[in-house]
């Protein structure tokens, strides 16, 4: 009764913004996750911090579950309705509102993907660095406070995020953090806020740090004999002070999979997928760094490229991994 009454509170309210076809809600109650179908009583579609702050006030009101929804790409299941209620869809918040590219910061609504947001960035020599394989909306990436490949060198959305407005469960818009990079002020509300997965709030605006896109890149394969061998040489780069931007880790069996699936023909061992970024001499530099520590601990089978289609094609493959 108090999900119905919701539902038909935010009808009205809401010109109409909300949905309860079996189409949709059957849209809103699988992500690409191992977990069963869910689905909410019905599906409400936001256009405006206002909005969010109406539907989540007359949710709190009426004692209805609401979960947020991005992309549906998240793996754990967190933006499946599991109690029911409503799913607020956030996807149509999707301006990127404005670019400080002297600042190196920009303003943007949840639902900007992160590839849009690099796409058009790209003119402007800066890019958003957290990629986590998904094209996925950056209010849900900061609200599971997502990684990806190069967060050992740029972070993760922890890192990345300077500033949000936030709308709290009963309705009131909140801002934390600010675009100034130096702050002992109060509580770091933002941090509590990255990670969250919409228990404390909805994000309807961030401010983000974006990074001047490097001159030059290189990407690398690398096999080992084991594990150990894989391990002991990232611990070695990394102590060395190597300023590498992606490093990860595939396991043999791992190895078999990609083989069969994107077609490679790695040898069946434990491999390093690694990435340089910089000046073309320093990109040189850190790939025979890291080449030399490998060799130490008996790596074979490099591969090297600095064309952008078969890096592309290397972090494809990574990416596909699931």
């Known amino acids: ?5 919701a539902i038909q509170r935010i ?6 913004k909300i949905k309860t076809s079996q189409g949709i809600r059957r849209e809103h109650g699988k992500a690409e996750t191992h977990f069963p179908e869910y689905l909410p009583d019905a599906v409400a579609f936001a256009e405006s911090t206002e909005d969010v702050s109406k539907i989540l006030k007359i949710c709190n009101e009426e004692k209805c579950p609401i979960v947020p929804w991005g992309t549906g ?5 967190h933006a499946l309705a599991v109690r029911g209620g409503i799913s607020l869809n956030m996807m149509s918040m999707n301006k990127i509102l404005k670019v400080n590219a002297e600042d190196m910061d920009v303003i943007v609504q949840p639902g900007v993907q992160r590839e849009q947001l690099n796409e058009y960035l790209r003119d402007s020599g800066l890019f958003f660095s957290v990629d986590p394989g998904a094209n996925a909306s950056l209010g849900g990436m900061a609200a599971t406070r997502a990684s990806g490949t190069t967060s050992v060198r740029y972070g993760t ?3 990345n995020v300077l500033a949000l407005e936030v709308v709290t469960a009963n309705g009131s818009i909140i801002r934390t ?8 002020a109060g509580y770091d509300l933002t941090k509590l806020i990255i990670g969250s997965e919409g228990t404390l709030g909805v994000i309807t605006e961030l401010t983000l740090r974006v990074h001047g896109r490097p001159e030059a890149m290189s990407a690398a394969l690398c096999s080992f004999k ?6 002991q040489t990232v611990i070695a780069t990394i102590q060395t002070g190597v300023p590498i931007a992606r490093m990860e880790f595939i396991d043999a069996q791992t190895v078999e999979i990609l083989n069969s699936y994107s077609k490679s023909s790695m040898t069946s061992n434990p491999h390093l997928f690694l990435e340089f970024h910089g000046t073309h001499a320093s990109v040189k530099e850190q790939a025979e760094t890291v080449k030399e520590i490998a060799s130490e601990f008996q790596a074979s089978d490099f591969q090297w ?3 952008e289609e078969e890096r592309n094609t290397i972090w494809k493959m990574r990416h596909n991994t699931f």
Do not use: F, P, W
Not at 1 to 5: H, T, V, Y
């Open 1 to 5: 009764m108090a999900i119905d009454l």
């Open 157 to 159: 959305m922890r890192e």
């Open 305 to 307: 490229s600095h064309r």
């Open 73 to 77: 790409t998240g793996l754990e299941g």
């Open 177 to 184: 953090g600010s675009r100034a990079r130096k702050s002992s």
């Open 226 to 231: 084991n594990i150990d061998c894989a391990v």
């Open 11 to 16: 009808h009205k309210e809401l010109n109409g």
